[in-house]
């Protein structure tokens, strides 16, 4: 039976920042760092292994990120109501606001299918009831075209991750009830049908079902109580890496795509897997 030991280097966490606010949003560029946020200090930053976080801009509650096709990046404002695209300029392009002229509520996570479409949730109860345009939570989806729809209603979605083969969706549900979601898809990216994955629900309050990756070998990581929840392809739990604080989310990264990044309360950390997190769509691109 798998355990934890057969997924993980080493159980020990290495510290790379520390003093933020409430840490968010990580991803890996291939050329060599990582993109973070400091959600509630409105910033968002890069991290050089072994070095120092360096400020890229300011944002508007920054969140989850992701790249489109191009390598530009895409990011969640939960502050601002809206999704975003850094252009290589430097300038800031805002791409998803509104659904059928209803102001979004506060984007939370998004990712891109190989397709180019960019899926992202939007929580609705994290706003004011007064404040709510749309009436509901889902997964929303920006086609290559730029059009916004809906993509899927699930009771309060946040972390999204996509298997190899882009054929199952994941969806952590993270308040009442909490769970992952799996959604199966057809070959252009459209819902079939879907399932509860894995039961998350635990005693206490070190965390919710949030930020969540796949590594090659179709394992399902998700940040919960306790720390990271280390799933099986077939939703059978493996473990728990403790954190010593509230994990929210997480990314592989590194050359070789084995250095998760968890991205926990006022800090950020590393830890080494011995198996790799799937890459993004655009790396492929990038190279070819």
């Known amino acids: 039976m798998t355990s934890l030991n057969d997924v993980l280097e080493s159980s020990a966490l290495t510290k790379v920042a520390g003093g933020m606010s409430f840490t968010e949003g990580p991803l890996w560029h291939p050329d060599g ?3 973070f946020v400091d959600l509630f200090a409105n910033r968002l930053y890069r991290l050089v292994p072994g070095g120092t976080p360096e400020l890229v801009r300011t944002t508007e509650g920054g969140n989850g990120t992701t790249f489109d096709l191009q390598g530009r990046l895409i990011h969640c404002e939960g502050d601002g109501r809206k999704v975003t695209r850094l252009e290589r ?3 800031v392009t805002t791409i998803a606001d509104r659904i059928d002229g209803k102001r979004l509520s506060r984007p939370n996570d998004v990712i891109c299918h190989s397709n180019g479409m ?3 949730t939007d929580p609705d109860f994290r706003v004011p009831l007064a404040q709510r345009e749309i009436g509901h939570a889902a997964v929303y989806r920006i086609a290559p075209d730029g059009s916004v729809s809906e993509f899927l209603r699930v009771e309060y979605p946040n972390g999204l991750a996509l298997s190899r083969d882009e054929r199952t969706l994941y969806v952590a549900n993270t308040r009442w009830t909490q769970y992952i979601h799996a959604v199966e898809l057809d070959s252009a990216g459209n819902v079939v049908r879907r399932r509860i994955f894995a039961d998350m629900s635990a005693d206490g309050t070190s965390g919710v079902p949030d930020g969540m990756k796949i590594d090659e ?3 399902v990581f998700c940040t919960g109580t306790g720390g990271v929840w280390v799933f099986e392809p077939d939703g059978r739990l493996i473990g728990i890496i403790a954190m010593p604080e509230v ?4 990314a592989f990264g590194g050359p070789d795509l084995r250095t998760l990044l968890l991205t926990a309360s006022t800090s950020v950390y590393t830890l080494r897997t011995k198996v790799p997190g799937l890459p993004h769509p655009w790396y492929s691109l990038r190279k070819a």
């Open 89 to 91: 300029d430097g300038t």
């Open 247 to 250: 994990c929210a989310n997480i």
């Open 217 to 219: 070998a179709g394992r």
């Open 33 to 35: 760092f990582f993109y």
């Open 118 to 120: 960019l899926l992202f």
